[in-house]
């Protein structure tokens, strides 16, 4: 079986994620003056985000430790192809909207593809 290398630990996706949520709140409300269909997906997507960091036991653990760092890989495994398929299909969104929302879309797949969900560094 092949295996592709895991090079982010726990404690730096945790960091991402903590990072990543205010980031794309920001995001959304510079969007919203430009696009709001494409605001409201970025709004989505952060708040989406947001709640998974929020509920998993991360090294550190996040306020409300309700799953594991495994699960969360898998939520962001599954999420992002949805949010992909979703911000595909919403009309009235400009290419140069698009690409944004669509490549905020590709960072979790990325992000969770490169995870080692059995590290505790």
């Known amino acids: 079986m092949l295996h592709f290398p895991q090079p982010i630990s726990p404690k730096a996706h945790a960091y991402f994620d903590a990072w990543a949520f205010p980031a794309i709140l920001g995001l959304a409300a ?20 947001g709640t998974t960091a929020a509920l998993t036991n991360f090294p550190p653990p996040g306020p409300f430790p309700v799953f594991s760092f495994r699960t969360h890989i898998r939520i962001g495994l ?8 979703v911000s595909s ?28 969900p059995h590290s505790s560094r």
Do not use: D, T, Y
């Open 30 to 49: 510079w969007m919203w003056r430009h696009n709001r269909k494409a605001a409201a997906l970025i709004a989505a997507n952060g708040l989406l985000e």
């Open 78 to 85: 599954v999420g992002a192809p949805v949010f992909l398929a």
């Open 89 to 116: 299909l919403v009309p009235g969104i400009p290419w140069r909207h698009r690409r944004v929302v669509l490549g905020l879309g590709l960072l979790p797949i990325l992000i969770n593809g490169l995870s080692n």
